[in-house]
């Protein structure tokens, strides 16, 4: 069965500096690949997929992910955090066929001033 | 934009009392699902509907709970019993067919079982 591993459950960022959250899949057959953000009080919000086009993934909000298949990693990665990037993110994925999102336990961004 | 809703956004229930949650979808969306979030944990998937037939329930699922969706519209989750340990955040999501499109979120219902 698919499983997601996200490295790290808390990281903190200095604001203008890179911003890189881990995420790894189980699976030896590629799945659909998806980050969401989380803001409190709030669900779950698409930023990107990986959904086999491109390996380099661009999302919103100036967030990008690169699928690497050697690696079995899709790493969300943005150049510059600003302080509105503070939020929970999860890494999920889907097998093709009908089954439903796995997600990885979350990575919650601090944004330090 | 009516995105997905969820009600009530908030329960409180003493151990053993019956709770049912709602969940309106986006309209033209035929997927619905349910998941439930614990504190420092990802959403993990309980159930999901295709129109009208549940097509999947997870093994968490047990079988205090059971989740409705007449008509292919709105679905709703009921918990018989609840025992403390289903404290968490219910979350609703809908999607159109494919594995691959976007599943849209709905806020939660945040269930407390004292």
């Known amino acids: 069965a698919q499983s997601v591993t996200q490295l790290g459950s808390h990281v903190s960022v200095s604001e203008g500096a890179l911003v890189l959250l881990r995420c790894n899949y189980s699976?030896?057959?590629?799945?659909?690949l998806f980050w969401y953000v989380q803001y409190p009080n709030q669900g779950l919000q698409l930023l990107l997929k990986?959904?086999?086009?491109?390996?380099l993934v661009k999302g919103i909000n100036g967030f990008e992910a690169e699928f690497k298949k050697s690696e079995t990693s899709f790493h969300l990665t943005k150049p510059s955090a600003h302080m509105s990037d503070a939020a929970e993110y999860f890494c999920a994925a889907v097998d093709s066929g009908n089954t439903p999102l796995v997600f990885g336990k979350g990575t919650r961004l601090s944004v330090i001033a | 934009d009516t995105g997905v809703s969820q009600n009530p956004r908030h329960k409180i229930t003493k151990r053993g009392q019956n709770v049912t949650f709602r969940c309106d979808p986006i309209s033209e969306h035929n997927r619905l699902y349910w998941y439930r979030q614990t504190l420092g944990q990802g959403p993990e998937f309980l159930t999901y509907f295709q129109n009208e037939a549940q097509l999947e329930k997870s093994r968490l699922l047990s079988d205090r709970f059971s989740a409705e969706r007449p008509k292919g519209s709105f679905s709703t989750l009921e918990i018989q019993r609840t025992e403390q340990g289903d404290s968490a955040m219910y979350l609703c999501a809908s999607s159109l067919q494919g594995v691959w499109d976007e599943q849209f979120f709905g806020p939660g219902t945040r269930l407390t079982v004292l």
């Open positions: 990986y959904t086999s086009a491109a390996t």
């Open positions: 699976s030896s057959v590629p799945p659909y």
